[in-house]
């Protein structure tokens, strides 16, 4: 598997970064949490922030919670809201709508995709293939 490319980022940029990169590297995912990581020690250093929707929030501690795991709830969900978190408003569900309704996209992508766009993020970071088909946005993946 070839090393994640996230060359050519403005300083600090914000990346909106999609559910599996995060569980990937927070459950230590033999196989790609080591491709997401050097992006995770980016964002640790400084060098760009993250961002995330309430939708990722939402599918991140899902694991947790079927495992009825309260002390990774906490933890997962500390880190997730010392991320920038974007809520779900009326004009990113309209924005996530017109992806959806003219890229075919699933909803949960769309109000990703929606979402970026909506705070000018640099990329999104995501394991999803689907996101290839939003072109207004780079795909980090």
């Not at 997401?36 to 991140?60: M, N, W």
């Not at 978190?85 to 924005?95: F, G, M, N, T, W």
Request: glycine residues 4%; without cysteine.
């Amino acid at each position: 598997m070839e090393p994640l490319d996230f060359g050519g980022l403005p300083e600090n940029a914000s990346l909106l970064v999609d559910s599996a990169p995060i569980i990937y590297v927070l459950e230590g995912h033999p196989k790609f949490g080591p491709r997401f990581k050097p992006l995770f020690e980016a964002h640790s250093a400084g060098q760009l922030r993250f961002v995330v929707t309430t939708i990722t929030i939402a599918e991140v501690l899902s694991g947790p919670l079927q495992a009825a795991d309260e002390v990774l709830v906490r933890r997962y969900r500390a880190i997730l809201e010392s991320w920038q978190p974007i809520a779900l408003d009326v004009d990113i569900a309209e924005s996530a709508a017109r992806l959806r309704a003219s890229l075919g996209l699933k909803l949960a992508d769309a109000v990703q995709a929606a979402s970026a766009l909506a705070i000018n993020a640099a990329a999104i970071v995501t394991h999803d293939r689907d996101f290839s088909r939003v072109r207004s946005l780079r795909i980090i993946s």
